[in-house]
């Protein structure tokens, strides 16, 4: 039989952790082990969340292994219902089994966690040599021990405790064939406890080390909570002002009812004048090192607060606008985020991307920092005029780079509606097809940074059109002009250093004649401006073609969503009916056309920066030949024979929207 036989024996099904063990860089970070035993830490934390636990320990013993132990409930050690096996033993040993997942009937064992995918001390589990599980329930000390994710000691009852005494304690010993490096990151484990400590008040977190014999104790207490965190974090760096902390959840009275009851943020933020920005940010104790959009909201809370309070007391020098990087810039911060779903990129759940999150935590901040500043008037003033001298520095660092453009200034299209920032990396330039959706686009824009450039009609297809002939289309010569760049060829020296803006972003309706202008605008850029697209200054803005409304279901207020085609719909709606949303609570709207979104809409899908999907072009230098082989046969003239034959070999295999 050949070697490449491909038939039905050929299809292997991976069963239980096998897909861990197979491919733990999708679960799990593969440089130590030291996110496997957080995955642990996370769960006693998300005890001492819900209010049921008041102590985390945890031991780095000199074996290599690793324990973590809480007084909280003890994970249920009965036959469960439906799988039929002990439920401790699901926990461990199935992917996609938790108590995180119901967070609408309120039946639910968690309000708030981090741990939504369900796959956590499973993958713990599966990429450790041995595993046990001692659990204090309802009197009883129950034990259960896995050995590279299998059972190898049944779960069994093996002693009594008191009534009161309650917990779980995990020991796992992580298998170094998995990680680049087999020991755990103590400097990343202590970040990790002092993090929880901070942010459980009340909850005492230990770590013990065994080393040598002997057994070092450290234990973590935050009796000032995120502000003397953030005092430690500074490590010494006097700062301008006092530290700003405080909290604001919803369900209080006063609170508005537009998020579920108990979502909210708590924070401690100040400047220092001699060091950098940043902070540590966290949701439902889980870190996110990367960031997300409720960084992008505390930014956007604080900026509009400064902003206000400067322009209020008059302290704005004439032709000085700030912008938000020019309040963060000196702003450190620790931020703890609490959001009834939260949605991550990846399992290891670095980085936030829940839409709602930048309007949560932008909205409980910024009215509460806003009455700080106005009570603390010579406070808010060092504030703002540390940020306008931001701002100086940054427009006279733009205006350096005015002088190197020359004298000649080409006059800009009537049609084009600038933006007023100077700072080039920074300004984009929206191409937006017609003049209705341009209006809209005008409206819903960020006027510090964003252009809008309507297009009227498609624009040409330069493919095979000479260079000294391109600026015969009225469309094409405001595209030049707008840029300040001439078009060039791809072995041209081409001058880039009157680029008028860092990013020119294509935007169309999301149907067949939006794609159609899409092909040609990259036509365009394609084969006469090269350079652009080599400098990753063209991008495709990806607007949605549905809109999912639904209305309130248990905790949750009502929601909105937004699907880029057919298969994202139908996830949506699939997410939805698992969540126990009825058909009838859900209503789905196509959108004809990118006029047809309200400004806000507008923003929030396709302009806004910190939630848009915008896909960057970029070629690759090995396959430049290959990408100029499809535009010859897709947008040459004498290529009609090789375009049918290739539509009719292939059209089957692309969905079409008609």
Known sequence: MAKNTYQESSIRVLKGLEPVKERPGMYTRTSDPTHIVQEVIDNAADEALAGFAKAISVTLHADGSVS????????????????????????????????????????????????????GVSVTNALSTRLEVEVKREGSLHRVVFAGGDVVEPLAMVGSVGQRNSGTRVRCWPDGKYFDSPHVSPAELERTLRAKAVLLPGVAVTLDVEKNGTLATRTWSYPGGLAQYLDELADGDVPLVPVFAGERFHGKPGDGDSFAEGEGAAWALCWYEESGGGGESYVNLIPTAAGGTHEAGLRSGVFEAIRTFAEQHGLLPRGVRLAM???????????????????????????????????????????????????????????????????????????????????????LPGKLTDCESDDVPRRELFLVEGDSAGGSAKLARDKQFQAILPLRGKVLNTFEVDRDRLFANNEIHDIAVALGVDPHGRDDAADLSALRYGRVIIMSDADVDGSHIKVLLLTLFFVHFPHLVQGGHICVASPPLYRVDVAAHGKRPPRKFYALDDGELTSIQDRLAKEGCKPGSIAVGRFKGLGEMNPEQLWDTTMNPETRRVLPVHVEDDARVEAWQVFTRLMGKGEAASRREWMERKGGDVEVDV
Not at 77 to 82: L, R, S, T
Not at 402 to 410: I, L, M, N, P
């Open 68 to 119: 973590v132990e809480d007084d909280g409930r003890g994970i249920p050690v009965g036959i469960h219902p439906e799988e039929g096996e002990p439920t401790v033993q699901l926990v461990f040993t199935r992917l996609h089994a938790g108590g995180k997942f119901d967070k609408t009937s309120g039946a639910g064992a968690y309000a708030f966690s981090g741990g939504l995918h369900g796959v």
């Open 325 to 411: 990087e020019d309040v963060a810039a000196r702003l450190r911060y620790v931020l703890s985020t609490r959001i009834l779903d939260p949605q991550f990129q990846g399992q290891t759940k670095e980085k936030l991307t829940s839409r709602d999150a930048l309007k949560l935590v932008s909205g409980v901040l910024r009215d509460p920092f806003e009455v700080w500043l106005n009570n603390h008037v010579e406070h808010g003033r060092k504030i703002a005029e540390l940020a306008i001298r931001q701002a100086m520095a940054r427009m006279k660092s733009a205006q350096k780079v005015e002088k190197r453009k020359g004298s000649g200034v080409a006059v």
